[in-house]
């Protein structure tokens, strides 16, 4: 999910716009990647991924849900190893499993919750596109 930075505000701006509308958000610059506007939202986390042009729109599902997606992954990466040399294969170590079971488990999470996701997205574009701060 992409929103569009039409105005070309500043991290800064729209971070002051996103924080008075969710008053925990916050502003983090992580190893290597963009600065990140991170809204918590029941268990979860929303995060806005600055771009000069847009806002790349990410979440963080709750810790239960990524053991949960790195369990299943860990099992069908089982399943796969014991088909392919024909004998059970038990995989409890790599990064394949765990790459697997968190995409998965965020494909599951998000399916299951569209309708908050894309209020949510409705909701940041507009205070991202905002004429004025204080919508």
Known sequence: MQITNSQ???????????QQHFPKAQLKKPFLSPQT?????????????YKQQYLQVDFIPPVMWIIGGMLAGFGLFT??????????????????PVIIGLLLIKVVFKSTRKNEFKSFEDEANIVVNSNHQGI
């Open 8 to 18: 070309s505000k500043s991290v800064q701006q729209i971070f002051s716009e996103m």
């Open 37 to 49: 506007i991170i809204i918590p939202h029941d268990n979860y986390k929303y995060l806005l991924r």
């Open 79 to 96: 399943i796969v190893l014991s088909l392919v040399f024909q004998t059970l294969v038990i995989s409890f170590g790599g990064a394949i």
